[in-house]
Structure formats: structure tokens, C-alpha cells
């Protein structure tokens, strides 16, 4: 196990990105089996977004996941469940539209998962914008191109490099619905 998991993380707020590697669905699908096994009974499903879930696609080695649920509040109910896998709950990281839950420690956070309502732009965004870089090898490469450019630009400042991507992950989602 400890050969797979160090494949993930990075220090928080930094950027780094790593040549895909099909390991991190493996990843994931044993991360959700983990959490469906602990918190099931309050989520309606779990999907794996972000660039990791995208072949091909460098990333910042973070498996990122959003979680369904019927209503936001229950989040206050799995705090203490998602603790004891290794994720920390942060007040200042619950919004309106979603809650998120960092595992791992800040110098290597491995997974990010992102509680939303289900079928929210929270929730259907993030998905169809993995599925489109999947369908679409240029827009995929154009993705690619733009994330080295900010990661170069932006390598310890994770939130300016994200607000840059967003413009990008408007226009694909917004054409896509």
C-alpha cells in the first residue's frame, strides 16, 4: 500500500504537476470504497474530477473527488467519521454551494473531496468538464498547456493558479450544457 499512496500529494497551497499516471483511478476507487464503506449511508455517490481523473492529462498529484448529497448540512454529521480516515475539517472551507475536506497532512495532502448537492453545478460542472477533456485531445492539450504555463508562473500560490484556470473551465462547461 505505502508503494501506491506515495504516488499522491503535495504541500498545501503549492502547484507541482506530474506526468499522468493510471494509478491514481486506482486510487480513487479505493478511496471511495473507503468512504462509501464509512459515511454510505449520507452520500449518493461519489466521482472522481480534477486532473487525475483525466488520462493523459499532468496533474497536481491530489486525487480530487465530489460527493453527492441531499443536503449540505449533513457534513456536520460525517466531521468526526472523515477525521478518523485522515481528512481535516476546516470551518473556513464550508460554503454555500459545497464543503471541502482535505486529507492528509499540509506538507502532503493526497485527496481533496468536495461535499455538493447532487445534480448542483457542484455537482454536474466538474464532471462534464472531466468527461469533455477526455472526448477532446486538443482541448486537452490546450488545458495541458495553459496549467504549465500558470503552474510556472504561480508554483507556490495554489489559489492564484486555480482563479487563473477558471475562465478556461467556464467556457468548457458553459458550452457543454
Not at 499522491?8 to 480513487?28: D, H
Not at 497532512?105 to 477533456?133: C, M, Q
Not at 482541448?139 to 507556490?156: D, H, I, M, S, V
Amino acid at each position: 500500500m505505502a508503494g501506491i499512496t506515495n504516488k499522491v500529494g503535495l504541500k498545501r497551497g503549492t502547484v507541482k504537476l506530474v506526468p499522468y499516471n493510471p494509478i491514481w483511478e486506482t486510487l480513487f476507487e479505493m478511496e471511495k470504497d473507503t468512504l462509501l464503506n464509512t459515511i454510505g449511508d449520507y452520500v449518493s455517490d461519489i466521482e472522481h474530477i480534477g486532473s487525475t481523473s483525466v488520462p493523459g492529462l499532468k496533474a497536481k498529484p491530489i486525487i480530487d473527488m465530489v460527493a453527492a448529497v441531499e443536503d449540505l448540512s449533513v457534513y456536520t454529521k460525517l466531521i468526526d467519521s472523515l477525521t478518523e480516515l485522515g481528512y481535516e475539517y476546516m470551518p473556513e472551507r464550508v460554503f454555500d454551494d459545497r464543503v471541502f475536506f482535505p486529507k492528509g497532512l499540509r506538507e502532503n495532502r493526497t485527496h481533496h473531496l468536495s461535499f455538493v448537492i447532487k445534480n448542483s453545478s457542484g455537482w454536474t460542472e466538474p464532471i462534464a468538464f472531466r468527461d469533455y477533456l477526455r472526448n477532446n485531445p486538443r482541448e486537452l492539450q490546450a488545458y495541458q498547456g495553459l496549467k504549465e504555463r500558470l503552474a510556472e508562473q504561480f508554483p507556490n500560490d495554489r489559489a492564484s493558479y486555480t482563479k487563473a484556470k477558471a475562465i478556461f473551465f467556464k467556457r468548457i462547461t458553459t458550452s457543454s450544457n
